[in-house]
């Protein structure tokens, strides 16, 4: 057995060098990227005449440090220009909002700033219980296809 791993170890290799970078095209988080150039090295190191046994921790070491090294950094590169907008409910939280109408613990509708039109009940913690139609309200919760609003709160000084 210790002879055939010896004589195959390249296809060992190649064959795990490709399933790390199919893996990583799935995930794209880097780690399968890392352990694929670590068994890189684990391929390097057997046609460099390195046992088996010893194959294996020199591409767990690569990989190691690639991880701890090299990704932090990548991950933090890839990251920088990624789009600071806030989208999807992200993006209708805060936003302001004129009754269409009449609001309640139960149904209504509201007009938001950006022109959508939404179903809409009043928030929980909220003051009023009934939110009469044009009065002007903030979205502070969105519960599956409703938005849950609230009327301005006054500050007390």
């Known amino acids: 057995m210790a002879e055939f791993m010896a004589s195959y170890a390249w296809v060992i290799w190649l064959a795990l060098i490709l399933i ?3 893996v990583e095209t799935l995930t794209l988080d880097l780690i399968f990227l890392m352990l694929a150039i670590g068994s890189v090295g684990g391929l390097v ?12 921790p020199i591409a767990g070491v690569i990989a190691l440090l690639l991880i701890f090294s090299i990704r932090p950094p990548l991950l933090r590169r ?3 220009g990624s789009d600071p907008t806030k989208s999807n409910v992200e993006a209708l939280l805060g936003l302001e909002a004129r009754v269409l109408a009449a609001v309640t613990t139960e149904s209504g509708s509201v007009k938001l700033s950006n022109g959508d039109t939404w179903t809409a009940r009043v928030f929980p913690n909220a003051s009023a219980l009934e939110l009469l139609p044009g009065s002007l309200v ?5 519960d599956g296809a ?8 006054k500050v007390q000084l």
Do not use: D, N, W
């Open 20 to 22: 790390f970078l199919v």
């Open 45 to 56: 190191s057997h046609f460099l005449g390195a046992p088996f046994l010893l194959q294996i």
């Open 78 to 80: 890839l990251r920088h």
């Open 138 to 142: 903030y979205v502070k919760a969105i």
């Open 146 to 153: 409703t938005a849950l609003v609230a009327p301005e709160e």
